[in-house]
């Protein structure tokens, strides 16, 4: 008996992974069903045209006016909702500010009025300092889904 009590029960040091195991898969799965969410757009018809694609070095700013005339701003950290012709310089002109080199598109649907579109153009090189703005079209041909 005496042996018995002498034998001290060894203390178990391990740490348990499972319980961490099942909160990375939950977190895993989470990541995985809202990553398509994250890069809705604004579904435009953009006019046609028999422009070439431009080669792009940087990813550029694209500033989406759907038929309302609501414009959206395709900006890392940019809100994903529409935002006022002011907000939007605010936006653009400090990322310009700070990224020369970054090109700026006007992307417009097909229905909004020109005037609209060239207020757009002009609030961004007046107000936001951006030295050239495009205008994005859809190459001829192209059928948009």
């Known amino acids: 008996m005496s042996s018995r009590r002498l034998r001290k029960k060894k203390l178990k040091a391990e ?69 006022t012709l002011d907000e939007m310089v605010v936006q653009v002109g400090a990322f310009v500010r700070n990224n020369k080199d970054v090109p700026v598109y006007v992307a417009a649907d097909n229905d909004v009025a020109y005037q609209k579109v060239y207020d757009v153009l002009t609030a961004l090189q007046t107000r936001a300092n951006v030295p050239r703005a495009g205008l994005m079209s859809q190459p001829t041909g192209v059928v948009k889904k």
């Open 15 to 83: 740490i348990n992974v499972v319980p961490y195991i099942d909160v990375m898969l939950v977190l895993l799965i989470i990541f995985m069903v809202t990553a398509p969410l994250l890069n809705l757009g604004v579904d435009i018809e953009l006019p046609q045209s028999n422009a070439r694609p431009v080669e792009q070095k940087k990813e550029p700013v694209v500033i989406s006016m759907n038929s309302k005339g609501e414009l959206w701003l395709k900006l890392e950290g940019a809100k994903n909702e529409p935002m």
